[in-house]
């Protein structure tokens, strides 16, 4: 029989007298880093109840780390009268960037919205202190506070609180629960 991936394999069951406690919610995000953040805040702000796992001490993850975010016509690239570069340059860059091992459909939907998630980030009350291309580049940069995304993650993890998000810090999801083939939610 042929090797199967970790993630094929259904997992045993995890005994009863092995679960302390059960908690009910609408969604479940597993991460706090700035996607899993992004998303929980995503949720609750439609009106989702929000549990967020995050196996470390504090949100925020590798997005405490990077300069800035790629986006293309952003409301602040536009307030800069920045012109947005064309999409099919960008996937371009990306192709050979990545040695042709990237996904067209992903890379155009990350370009289509990017502008929005710029805006949704402002509206939260996120600093874009710049925006520019570098090195030649046709993908467009905004970079936070002091030229980083330290307070871009500080404003998200603030969001979580008055948005009322459930957030369990130190808290690894160890299995996903899964119930007649479906994903309906996690052991921690």
């Not at 948005?163 to 899964?178: C, E, F, S, W, Y």
Request: charged letters at 20%; a negative charge; proline letters at 4%.
């Amino acid at each position: 029989e042929t090797a199967k991936h970790t993630w094929e394999v259904k997992p045993e069951p995890i005994a009863a007298d092995q679960i302390s406690q059960t908690v009910d919610t609408e969604v479940l995000v597993i991460g706090g880093g700035y996607s899993g953040s992004c998303c929980a805040l995503s949720a609750a702000q439609n009106g989702a109840k929000v549990i967020l796992f995050e196996k470390q001490a504090q949100l925020g993850g590798n997005g405490m780390m990077p300069e800035g975010l790629f986006a293309v016509n952003s409301p602040k690239q536009a307030e800069l009268g920045i012109e947005s570069p064309r999409k099919i340059d960008i996937i371009a860059n990306e192709f050979q960037f990545n040695n042709f091992r990237i996904t067209y459909d992903y890379w155009s939907n990350y370009i289509d919205g990017s502008g929005e998630s710029i805006a949704w980030l402002l509206d939260l009350g996120v600093v874009i202190e710049r925006v520019e291309s570098m090195f030649g580049s046709p993908e467009v940069f905004h970079y936070g506070e002091g030229g980083h995304c330290e307070q871009m993650i500080e404003t998200l993890i603030a969001a979580t609180d008055t948005l009322g998000i459930d957030v369990h810090l130190n808290t690894p999801a160890i299995r996903l629960k899964q119930e007649d083939g479906a994903v309906v939610g996690a052991y921690a």
